[in-house]
């Protein structure tokens, strides 16, 4: 079965960082793409940054420059370094195991989720 567990996230100043983690159970972590989502109050959840297998990433236009996915094998884990955080940036965020990396395009969902963690950036 797997389970994702994110950590890391909190209450910031606009313009602090945080460092996002995810922490995946089971074996298939490393052939599989990851992302990561948000959903702010009375929103939908939306793409932040995707990652794939190989590495490669691609980012919402919202968060490129700012934010960086990045991921560890040999720990089963991915990462998100939020760099210049933003009020419009406090969401609950999710990370997605095994959906579709699509190059510079997207990240197409899998049904594993999450249970998220807070993200407040205070202005």
């Known amino acids: 079965q797997v389970q994702l567990v994110e950590s890391g996230g909190g209450l910031v100043q606009a313009g602090g960082s945080l460092r996002l983690s995810c922490v995946a159970s089971g074996s298939i972590f490393r052939f599989n793409a990851m992302a990561w989502y948000r959903q702010a109050p009375g929103k939908q959840r939306e793409l932040v940054a995707a990652?794939?297998?190989?590495?490669?990433?691609n980012y919402s236009d919202s968060v490129k420059g700012r934010f960086t996915i990045s991921r560890d094998n040999a720990e089963n884990t991915v990462y998100l370094q939020m760099n210049s955080l933003k009020p419009a940036d406090t969401a609950v965020y999710y990370c997605?195991?095994?959906?579709?990396?699509?190059?510079?395009?997207?990240?197409?969902?899998?049904?594993?989720w999450g249970r998220g963690t807070q993200v407040a950036v205070s202005s």
């Open positions: 990652i794939s297998s190989g590495g490669s990433t």
């Open positions: 997605n195991l095994g959906g579709t990396y699509y190059g510079g395009i997207g990240y197409s969902s899998s049904h594993y």
